[in-house]
């Protein structure tokens, strides 16, 4: 099954989907997030992802993280803004809302599509709220259990959403890359029916590589314009070099995963000649003399018969005179 964003198909037969999460990583600085939009896109992304959220709606004043998330919470105006930018730089823009309100205002400015974050798995009524507005859905799958996301699914599915696709996750952060678990790829697979891809926390670029070759449909990777920024995330964030390096090393995973048709390539093609061997003569042959084991050989080239027809040729005559090493052909048989 695929998907599709904008004018990106998602599946096993398209190309990896590639979303930059900026996150937070803009700090709540409009002019940081326009420069992350900037380098998503000089990098080769597919997408870039943000998340939309008003502190008071998603957290409890008293949570010690309040303030942290209230200090580099933009505005649905600058939201509206930041869009349009991406939107002109010809970058798909995806966010994650964390309340209603905010998955209100985020279909309002035309999203294509929505995040939801693993925090909100398992909160039904965000994800029916959003469902009902039947645009594609990534789900995130970090904490969950197969049940839970099979309820998620279900719901979507209920509703009449059917554009889902999902993100496997290890919600630690970072995420140490022996934890990763990438097979659950394939299980989910299996069990879904939708597309599957990684959601990577960690630092490592060789997670993301693996997880293409495993059949990733898409990949979402935090970056972050300088890793010594303040903020939780900088640190395991890949600066833009580095993601531009993970971008095109992904393009050539999926160049070298190939279409799983094992046929023979157009360079394979052209050596044929070359590799490939044929029946000789490996002594002189008089007319009128029995072909055998004695005076055949098989050898390069393989601009004549084939090998693999040796015993249609013993014990047969030969038609005229051959020099030893001179090619066999079926006109020699009788």
Not at 37 to 57: H, L, P
Not at 72 to 92: H, P, Q, R, T
Not at 101 to 113: C, H
């Amino acid at each position: 099954m695929s998907i599709k964003i904008l004018n990106k198909n998602i599946g096993n037969s398209f190309p990896t989907f590639f979303i930059a999460e900026a996150g937070l990583n803009h700090n709540g600085d409009i002019n940081l997030a326009k420069k992350m939009i900037d380098e998503s896109k000089n990098v080769g992304a597919d997408a870039i992802k943000f998340q939309t959220y008003k502190s008071e709606n998603f957290l409890s004043e008293k949570s010690e993280y309040f303030d942290f998330f209230k200090n580099v919470e933009l505005s649905f105006e600058e939201f509206k803004e930041i869009k349009e930018y991406a939107d002109n730089l010809g970058m798909i823009f995806i966010s994650t809302p964390f309340d209603f309100e905010s998955a209100d205002y985020l279909r309002r400015i035309n999203v294509p599509a929505f995040k939801i974050a693993s925090s909100d798995l398992t909160n039904l009524p965000l994800i029916a709220y959003i469902a009902k507005m039947n645009l594609p859905i990534i789900l995130s799958t970090g904490l969950a259990t197969i049940g839970e996301i099979d309820e998620s699914i279900k719901l979507c599915n209920s509703i009449g959403n059917d554009q889902i696709s999902i993100l496997h996750c290890v919600a630690d952060y970072p995420a140490p890359p022996e934890k990763t678990n990438l097979t659950a790829m394939e299980s989910l697979k299996e069990k879904f029916h939708v597309p599957v891809g990684y959601s990577d926390n960690g630092e490592s670029t060789l997670v993301d590589e693996v997880a293409v070759s495993l059949g990733a449909n898409i990949i979402e990777k935090h970056f972050t314009l300088d890793k010594k920024l303040d903020g939780p995330d900088h640190s395991f964030s890949i600066e833009p070099p580095d993601l531009k390096l993970l971008v095109n090393r992904i393009r050539l995973i999926e160049k070298i995963r190939g279409n799983g048709i094992k046929s023979p390539t157009e360079s394979e093609i052209k050596n044929k000649l070359i590799i490939r061997k044929s029946i000789f003569a490996s002594q002189q042959i008089n007319k009128g003399d029995i072909f055998s084991k004695e005076n055949l050989a098989i050898k390069r080239p393989g601009n004549g018969i084939e090998p693999k027809h040796w015993n249609n040729i013993l014990d047969k005559r030969s038609t005229r005179s051959i020099q030893k090493d001179e090619l066999i052909t079926w006109n020699d048989i009788s």
